[in-house]
């Protein structure tokens, strides 16, 4: 799943007359280190799922995990943003998103659910797509599904403000965001898979998005200059510092931590910029959501069995066959249902009238 891209002005804060009769967005090549942000995010969760990463004590392997997923529920939020900010329709929206995530899900589903010999009881929670508070129905091949959760009761949140309030609907995320992690705190979840528990990460993401688009005036450019107040690699080591046990509270800021990493990498050129918008990372991104439902597929039966040293050494193998079939999911399966979707869509596409704007029709990207 790519990332869309906006309109850049610059490396400062500028104001930029976006036309609002343009439905299509601008492409702008600073804006593909987003894509760079999702290729390291998934190789993050592969490495966490697949590979040892270190000693045990030394938590490695959760500590990538929630990296991993931090930056891509964070690129999510991003994304969805930026997305009803440009084409406000919410039929759009859910049909698009709808035929992005679902034809894959149900296709894995049928398949993951018989190979492990589980009965019809787990196909609903599944494919309503409800597993992260369904404990009885986890599998071994479908236990990641609850980002998915986390991620369409979003999209649900967002299209439910959106066709009560319009785009103005959006400025409650901030709202939301605190909640769910005053939520998290007092229950003491430093990366529960509750919807409650986890979406903050999702809703900073969003909020960033907003921030950028110009959406909260003056208090949107305080935190701009916070961002800018820190080198990127700075942010970089607070964030891989949240992702740790050793960091305790910090870890409830690492939704927080990594969206101000990915602002970063997007106010002007870094020593990243070039690494993040390789091609070679724009693709891992677009394969990205189907290594994600894939790759438990790959260590199934003898690729996963064996000692350590016999298992891990299989490794490689696994890695490539779980690259290669989301290779043909992505350009073979999922295209032709984005592409059905983005038909279907079409005809609820809008354009959002000056008089909806958040701020004024002239709208002030923050870079």
Not at 88 to 114: D, E
Not at 242 to 260: F, N, V, W
Request: charged residues 15%; hydrophobic residues 50%.
């Amino acid at each position: 799943m790519t990332t869309q891209t906006i309109c850049e002005a610059g490396p400062a804060v500028a104001s930029v007359r976006v036309d609002a009769a343009q439905p299509e967005p601008l492409k702008s090549k600073r804006l593909d280190v987003l894509d760079g942000w999702r290729a390291i995010s998934i190789l993050l969760v592969l490495s966490c799922h697949m590979l040892p990463l270190g000693p045990k004590a030394w938590n490695l392997n959760l500590s990538a995990g929630y990296a991993g997923m931090a930056l891509f529920f964070t690129l999510s939020g991003f994304l969805i943003v930026t997305t009803l900010t440009r084409n406000p329709s919410v039929p759009s929206f859910l049909i698009r998103r709808f035929c992005r995530i679902m034809p894959l899900v149900i296709l894995a589903t049928l398949v993951y659910l018989p190979l492990q010999q589980k009965s019809i009881d787990y196909i609903p929670s599944h494919l309503l797509l409800f597993t992260n508070f369904d404990f009885s129905h986890h599998t071994t091949f479908t236990s990641h599904y609850w980002s998915l959760c986390v991620e369409a009761h979003f999209y649900l949140t967002v299209a439910a403000l959106a066709a009560c309030f319009g785009l103005r609907g959006l400025t409650l995320l901030p709202v939301l965001m605190f909640a769910a992690t005053f939520m998290r705190v007092r229950d003491g979840e430093v990366a529960g898979i509750w919807t409650h528990h986890r979406v903050d990460e999702i809703l900073v993401g969003a909020t960033l998005a907003s921030i950028r688009l110009g959406h909260f005036g003056d208090a949107g450019r305080i935190v701009h200059r916070m961002i800018r107040a820190l080198p990127t690699a700075y942010w970089l080591a607070l964030f891989l510092l949240s992702c740790h046990s050793i960091s305790h509270e910090l870890q409830y800021a690492r939704g927080y931590l990594a969206a101000a990493l990915v602002g970063s990498t997007l106010i002007g050129p870094g020593p990243l910029s070039s690494i993040l918008a390789s091609r070679v990372l724009r693709y891992i991104a677009e394969i990205s959501f189907a290594l994600y439902i894939i790759h438990p597929l790959s260590h199934f039966g003898w690729l996963g069995s064996g000692g350590p040293v016999e298992k891990y050494s299989k490794r490689i193998l696994c890695f490539a066959i779980s690259i290669g079939l989301a290779h043909l999911s992505t350009y073979y399966f999922e295209r032709h249902w984005i592409d059905l979707g983005k038909r279907w869509a079409r005809r609820f596409d809008r354009v959002p009238p000056a008089a909806e704007a958040w701020t004024r029709p002239e709208t002030r990207l923050i870079v």
